[in-house]
């Protein structure tokens, strides 16, 4: 059995107000490229992530629909303390 030209890295999910979840990455995407290289495992994604420590070239299927992001990777995310979510006294 051949491999499909869509075989790539799913996306099980991104932290709520993060970079890539900003940018319109969801859950059960599909991770097909970054900054131009297939990536067909985590060790090919962290290799093209490390092309680049300021952007980030997505390509993602969702469904039948293939998909580019660019993402800022400068971009200051703001980080929630878990001491935090608690309620107020």
């Known amino acids: 059995m051949s491999a499909s030209k869509f075989d790539g890295l799913p996306v099980w999910s991104c932290f709520p ?6 940018a319109g ?7 097909l490229f970054a900054n131009g290289l297939r990536v067909d495992s985590m ?27 660019s993402l800022d990777l400068t971009t200051a995310v703001p980080v929630v303390e878990s001491a935090q979510l608690g309620t107020a006294d």
């Open 25 to 31: 990455i969801r859950a059960g995407d599909v991770l």
């Open 17 to 22: 107000g993060s970079v890539a979840d900003l």
């Open 43 to 69: 060790d090919a994604y962290l290799q093209a992530r490390g092309q680049d420590a300021a952007r980030l070239e997505l390509t993602v299927q969702r469904g039948n629909r293939i998909l580019d992001f």
